[in-house]
Each structure stands twice: as structure tokens, then as C-alpha cells.
């Protein structure tokens, strides 16, 4: 005899016991969709897309003494990465930014960030059209 009856009534048991609480447990997880509420939305396409574009063009390197100008350059990518994702206005972008990507930015930021890049337009046309420095 390879097993006992005893034996197999006791793993018989067993099993019975182990598939009732793997029963019970997926109870737990049915879930009734029309109940479900959207607390929060992640919005990952632009920012992956978008960012890497951004940096390929090479806008990141267009702005001098790069590492002082590390939140400028940021806040630059995410108010376009805002404008890719949604033309509005500056204030409606840092909004939507704050919602949408949970990133905060300071209006007045954007508009110090802006003044800046006066000095960097001229860098980004040459870029554009190809022209070396």
C-alpha cells in the first residue's frame, strides 16, 4: 500500500481546509466597480515622452553656468512639459502642474525663470536652425 487511509483522509482534510481559506480570502477582494471613487491621477506620458525630448533638443544645456541655474532649468521643463500637455495661461500651467503632476511652482518663479530666458532665446534659434555658436 503506497498511503495509509488514514493518511489520505488527513491530507484530504487538509486540503479542504486550505482551499475553504484561500476561498475566504479571495471574498475579501471582490470589489464592486460602480463603489470605486478616482482619488488621484497619475499622468506619466508627458513627463516620459515629452522630458526626454526636452533634453535630447538640448534645452537643458542652453541656459550658462548650468549649475546654478539647476531650478530655472527645471522649472523651464515643467512649465513646458505643462504647455505640451495643455496651452494655458502660466498661472492655469502651475495649477495644473500642482493637480494634475503633484509638482508646485511658484507663479513668480515662472516669471523669474522667464526673465531669464531672454538671454537664452537666441541660444535656442541657433540650436534650431542648426548654426554653431
Known amino acids: 500500500m503506497l498511503f ?6 488527513r491530507l484530504n482534510l487538509k486540503t479542504k481546509k ?15 466597480l460602480k463603489n470605486l471613487k478616482e ?5 506619466q506620458g508627458i513627463p516620459d515622452v515629452y522630458g526626454k525630448l ?3 533638443l538640448g534645452y537643458r544645456q542652453a541656459f550658462k553656468n548650468l549649475a ?9 521643463k515643467n512649465v513646458v512639459l505643462a504647455r505640451v500637455a495643455n496651452p494655458q495661461s502660466k498661472r492655469a500651467s502651475v495649477d495644473m502642474l500642482e493637480e494634475t503632476f503633484g ?5 513668480q518663479s515662472v516669471y ?3 526673465d531669464k530666458l531672454k538671454n537664452v532665446i537666441p541660444v535656442f534659434k541657433r540650436y534650431q536652425n ?4
Open 103 to 107: 509638482i508646485f511652482i511658484n507663479l
Open 39 to 43: 482619488e488621484q491621477r497619475l499622468v
Open 4 to 9: 495509509e487511509p488514514e493518511k489520505l483522509a
Open 18 to 32: 486550505a482551499n475553504q481559506a484561500a476561498k475566504e480570502k479571495e471574498d475579501d477582494y471582490k470589489v464592486n
Open 68 to 76: 546654478r541655474q539647476v531650478a530655472t532649468v527645471e522649472t523651464f
Open 54 to 56: 526636452f533634453d535630447d
Open 130 to 133: 542648426h548654426q554653431p555658436q
Open 112 to 114: 523669474k525663470m522667464m
